[in-house]
């Protein structure tokens, strides 16, 4: 989040028509992504193979998690569009390390609880089940968040 505010800032600072493309480009990459959760929706209810599944350690699992977190092209696109609004060319850097341990604090407490819940019972399962109905959601909020942004409300 703070390299992902950074680069932003960076950009407004060297750029005069920096913030318009980041603007549109923000509404691009929501409307893509949109697109992406509603094309899995519609595939219907994901199969799911037990005997596929690898068994590894707690810290493999952080690992990977962590390296996930890290390099998701769809987070730092994420990033992109929702900080894109707020960060001008002359932000403090006081500001952009809010703005990272912020990213930081919610991610870490989504991570968290996810876990925590999914980690007992047949949690998990359901929510397999239901995954594509949890993509259209999220299309739809895609979609409402690129018109937003594209209407000047942010």
Sequence with gaps: AFLAALGLATALSLHDGAQLA???GGVVI???LGTRFIQNSWKGPKT???SNE???SDFTGFIQGFMIALFNPKILA???ALYAPFIEADVSIGTLLGMGALG???DGTWYVTVATILSSGDRIERLRSIAHVIDGCMGVLMFAFAGLLASGWF
């Design 30 to 32: 929501l409307l893509w």
């Design 48 to 50: 799911h193979d037990i």
């Design 78 to 80: 994420w990033m992109l």
């Design 22 to 24: 980041l603007h549109w």
């Design 54 to 56: 690898e068994v590894s």
């Design 104 to 106: 930081m604090a919610i």
